[in-house]
């Protein structure tokens, strides 16, 4: 919701249209939200180095349409969003040194739903558990949002949510059919794994991303974040 294309002329009848169970997709802070009691809402995490790796393949591949798109669309905050630099540990390097530059803050995204983790209606997902075991988060996800599980659709529904359908069914699963990306929308869905970082990232930038993390979201929130609940 807090992407700007399509504008909110357009896209907010969509989310009026939906007539099937109503989920709605943000990378907002809990701040930035009119936050309901009514509502549902889960949490997906994942290590900063990770996320800058996935954001990465997101921008490098991003097409003229991308740009135009997002520096031209009413109501811009900030600069306008350049072409990345090669070196992907420069990249790095500007995410961590700027907070989140060239989009948002890491930390303050995290530590808003942080604080509000043992609400009711709020469930934290982390995608290295997702990775270990689908099949037992899926579950837990239902039984939060109190779904019923089809015991008969059990088969499909695992098929559906693996990385491998994912990505051969990508224009079915990626913002705007993918219209944003050089080679369209499988190279949005590009790998779905971890710790590409480690060969790239030198000991010391390692370092420096674990001390961050303690200061800015305390032990407990750095270290779920960093390797969930696995």
Same mark, same amino acid.
């Given at each position: ?6 504008p ?7 989310v ?14 809990? %701040?930035?939200?009119v ?10 995490g ?5 996320v ?8 490098s591949?991003?097409?003229q ?21 090669e070196? *992907?540990?420069q990249?790095?390097l500007?995410?961590?040194?700027? %907070?989140?530059?060239?989009? =948002? ?13 043992d609400?009711?209606?709020v469930?934290?997902v982390?995608?290295? %558990? ?6 037992s ?10 779904i019923? *599980?089809?015991?008969?659709s059990w088969?499909? *529904? ?6 491998d ?8 699963t ?14 949005? *869905? ?5 710790d590409? =970082?480690?060969n790239?990232?030198t000991d ?17 929130c ?5 390797t969930?609940?696995?």
């Amino acid at each position: 919701m807090d992407l700007r294309v399509p504008p909110k002329e357009v896209k907010l009848p969509f989310v009026e249209e939906q007539t099937h169970r109503r989920f709605l997709k943000t990378h907002l802070p809990v %701040d930035a939200l009119v936050f309901s009691e009514k509502a549902k809402y889960i949490y997906i995490g994942r290590d900063g180095g990770d996320v800058v790796w996935s954001l990465y393949n997101h921008h490098s591949n991003a097409n003229q349409g991308f740009y135009d798109a997002l520096n031209n669309t009413p109501g811009l905050v900030g600069p306008p969003i350049e072409t990345p630099p090669e070196d *992907i540990r420069q990249y790095w390097l500007d995410w961590f040194e700027q %907070d989140g530059f060239p989009f =948002w803050s890491f930390w303050e995204n995290l530590r808003t739903w942080w604080s509000i983790k043992d609400l009711q209606n709020v469930y934290f997902v982390h995608f290295a %558990d997702l990775k270990k075991d689908m099949p037992s988060e899926i579950r837990r996800i239902a039984d939060f949002l109190g779904i019923p *599980i089809n015991e008969s659709s059990w088969s499909s *529904i695992l098929e559906y949510c693996s990385f491998d359908w994912m990505k051969e069914n990508a224009s079915k699963t990626v913002p705007l059919g993918g219209a944003f990306w050089e080679g369209g929308p499988k190279v949005f *869905i590009n790998k779905g794994v971890n710790d590409r =970082w480690t060969n790239v990232l030198t000991d010391e930038d390692c370092a420096r991303y674990v001390a961050k993390a303690e200061a800015e979201l305390g032990s407990d929130c750095a270290r779920w974040v960093a390797t969930g609940n696995c």
